[in-house]
């Protein structure tokens, strides 16, 4: 299946704003505009704004216009150290504006008459509030909750519901379709299934500086989602900063679920017949940041594991030892009945429990049809029967020629993740910020699962790719351009478990085949197919922000090339029904006092 779109996601004029300093910013980068005044608040034009950034020293610059207003457009998140100075006034500095990621503030500077020596100082706090010009609703968890909120998975998608307005993946009522889910600006979604608030890319709490979650995204430049998550992947400062860090969880801390209790111990031996799943799960990693070139060039590197060694309760449906001789065992004119039956015909260990003075009857299957003289010639029942546990668990199938077989069945997970992300200021007017992000994982048993112990499942591998590049220009004191290019390749793989073991299937001539049990569960899971998939997402970016008098503008645009190359093989390999197939078997009425249970018998006579 192949499917290839071209979004043309937005290409918008913006309407202007009249009001002083309010200006739209794009996606992830936050916006910082104003108006420079003087004492009696009229405009100051030709004033020289330095917005500095506290962490890495890097400063940008732009110059106030006739209307006295100035604009950032496109400023990484973080502190900053905003500052206005021009011939005649005392230089004004405004400290600890913070930015957040897709941040619209506007900060007015006043200046003062008096030599540009002197130096006005002014904290951005309450007394001297920061405004927020955007209608859209929406809000951000920081870069210290994301760090602070216990999130077991590491996944700050898991924090998105601490917003308001939003229920899972519906955010104020709309459809999980309408979401845009980005990392650094680039969609970061399954172009093929939409799992709603998700992303191909693991977004880990070591990762993911900071986040915004938008409800109601008013302002045009969104483009498409009318629910949007803006992340942006940590940064290096001039000061080099890292981390290491373990989580381990363990079962023995883990009481065992009632279900398993409930199933008690074998009387035999004295062990659970349910023992409790086991759950060990080791998440651990290093990440470290910091500068090439102070106030020039800045670096970010992370690396993180997860090891899950996990084992999940099941119950396959077995024969039990004397109906794989082609014994069929019942009590005359008594229906069969396991453990949880309203009359049991079988005990906790599978012996036969009748009425009194009632014997057990034992058919031999192979003496009642003609057609239907011993096992099958081709050996494949055998070799099957040869691979099936004996049965534990007498509350399922009839209990005296079906049981069940409980065991725990391992799922082990492996998963490497690298992230690096490197900024750069190539000169007072151009800024680069490059980022790649490379994910494995194995999950052994993640699909069509093994269904008996002594033969292996499916597995799912997955391999994910992003790469993402902004140059972000000053081409005039009022013009900044911001290109992005961005690439998304997601690669899911499901085999099954004739792909992982071919030996597993039996042949007709030279051609595989899998089989479908009646009456017991199917030795090798026949639910499902092989299939895979890989959804590369190309996506393109620019806006140009201008300012000319007090009207402020923004055009741009944003190409998708999305595609989704997969394979669905269902029933592509040939299945084969074990059972009683199209002809009846001949003469299980005639047993003596079979009754109900001449179904049931009829159903045990595999055959190929």
């Not at 002197?118 to 968890?141: F, H, M, Q």
């Given at each position: 299946m192949r499917k290839t779109a071209l979004h043309i996601l937005s290409f918008t004029l913006i309407t202007f704003a009249f009001a002083a300093g309010v200006v739209l910013a794009q996606s992830t980068g936050a916006s910082l505009s104003g108006t420079v005044l003087d004492a009696s608040g009229a405009a100051v034009p030709g004033a020289k704004i330095t917005a500095t950034q506290v962490a890495t020293g890097v400063a940008s610059r732009t110059e106030s216009n006739s209307a006295g207003q100035y604009s950032f457009p496109s400023l990484p998140a973080g502190t900053y150290q905003l500052a206005a100075e021009k011939p005649g006034f005392r230089k004004t500095s405004v400290n600890e504006v913070l930015l957040e990621v897709g941040a619209r503030v506007a900060?007015?500077?006043?200046?003062?008459?008096?030599?540009?020596?002197?130096?006005?100082?002014?904290?951005?706090?309450?007394?001297?509030?920061?405004?927020?010009?955007?209608?859209?609703?929406?809000?951000?968890?920081?870069?210290?909750?994301?760090?602070?909120?216990?999130?077991?998975?590491?996944?700050?998608?898991?924090?998105?519901?601490?917003?308001?307005?939003?229920?899972?993946?519906?955010f104020n009522g709309a459809r999980r379709g309408n979401l845009n889910i980005q990392i650094d600006g680039v969609n970061v979604q399954d172009?093929?299934?939409?799992?709603?608030?998700?992303?191909?890319?693991?977004?880990?709490?070591?990762?993911?500086?900071?986040?915004?979650?938008?409800?109601?995204?008013?302002?045009?430049?969104?483009?498409?989602?009318?629910?949007?998550?803006?992340?942006?992947?940590?940064?290096?400062?001039?000061?080099?900063?890292?981390?290491?860090?373990?989580?381990?969880?363990?079962?023995?801390?883990?009481?065992?679920?009632?279900?398993?209790n409930q199933a008690g111990r074998n009387p035999v031996t004295g062990e659970e017949v349910s023992p409790r799943e086991n759950l060990i799960r080791n998440q651990y990693g290093a990440r470290v940041g910091g500068p090439v070139f102070k106030n020039k060039t800045f670096f970010h590197f992370l690396w993180e594991g997860q090891k899950i060694r996990q084992r999940q309760t099941i119950t396959s449906t077995v024969w039990t030892q004397t109906a794989r001789q082609g014994l069929y065992r019942f009590f005359p004119g008594l229906q069969n009945g396991n453990l949880t039956a309203a009359r049991p015909t079988v005990d906790f260990n599978g012996n036969p429990v009748g009425p009194p003075g009632t014997p057990l009857s034992t058919v031999n299957l192979f003496t009642a049809d003609p057609a239907r003289p011993g096992?099958?010639?081709?050996?494949?029942?055998?070799?099957?029967?040869?691979?099936?546990?004996?049965?534990?668990?007498?509350?399922?199938?009839?209990?005296?020629?079906?049981?069940?077989?409980?065991?725990?069945?391992?799922?082990?997970?492996?998963?490497?993740?690298?992230?690096?992300?490197?900024?750069?200021?190539?000169?007072?007017?151009?800024?680069?910020?490059?980022?790649?992000?490379?994910?494995r994982s194995d999950e052994i048993n993640g699909f069509m699962p093994q269904l008996w112990p002594s033969l292996n499942g499916g597995n799912v591998v997955q391999r994910d790719y992003l790469y993402q590049a902004t140059v972000t220009s000053l081409l005039a004191p009022s013009v900044v351009n911001e290109f992005r290019t961005g690439v998304l390749r997601p690669t899911f793989r499901f085999y099954s478990p004739w792909e992982v073991n071919p030996d597993l299937l039996p042949k007709s001539g030279q051609t595989p085949f899998v089989v479908d049990f009646v009456t017991i569960t199917d030795p090798v899971d026949v639910s499902n197919d092989p299939q895979g998939r890989i959804s590369p997402n190309y996506q393109f970016f620019n806006k140009t922000s201008v300012i000319k008098g007090n009207h402020n503008y923004k055009f741009g645009g944003q190409?998708?090339?999305v595609s989704s190359n997969g394979f669905n093989s269902f029933d592509v390999t040939p299945r084969a029904v074990i059972g009683a197939g199209a002809v009846p078997v001949a003469g299980v009425a005639n047993i003596p006092g079979i009754g109900q249970n001449q179904i049931g018998r009829a159903s045990c006579r595999e055959r190929v």
């Open positions: 900060v007015d500077i006043a200046l003062e008459i008096g030599q540009t020596t002197e130096i006005v100082e002014v904290k951005a706090d309450a007394d001297n509030p920061l405004n927020y010009v955007t209608a859209s609703v929406g809000g951000v968890i920081t870069e210290r909750k994301v760090l602070d909120l216990p999130v077991s998975s590491r996944n700050v998608l898991n924090l998105t519901t601490t917003q308001a307005g939003t229920v899972g993946a519906n172009a093929r299934i939409n799992l709603g608030v998700s992303s191909t890319i693991f977004a880990s709490v070591d990762r993911i500086a900071e986040f915004r979650v938008l409800t109601q995204p008013v302002d045009a430049e969104f483009g498409r989602g009318s629910g949007q998550v803006q992340m942006i992947t940590r940064s290096g400062t001039n000061e080099f900063h890292g981390s290491l860090f373990a989580f381990h969880r363990n079962t023995v801390l883990n009481a065992n679920n009632w279900f398993n096992f099958d010639t081709t050996g494949l029942v055998k070799r099957y029967i040869d691979a099936m546990p004996l049965p534990n668990d007498f509350r399922f199938g009839d209990g005296l020629n079906t049981a069940g077989y409980r065991w725990n069945r391992p799922r082990p997970f492996d998963e490497n993740n690298y992230n690096i992300k490197v900024d750069h200021v190539l000169n007072p007017k151009h800024r680069l910020s490059f980022s790649a992000s490379i994910e190409l998708w090339f």
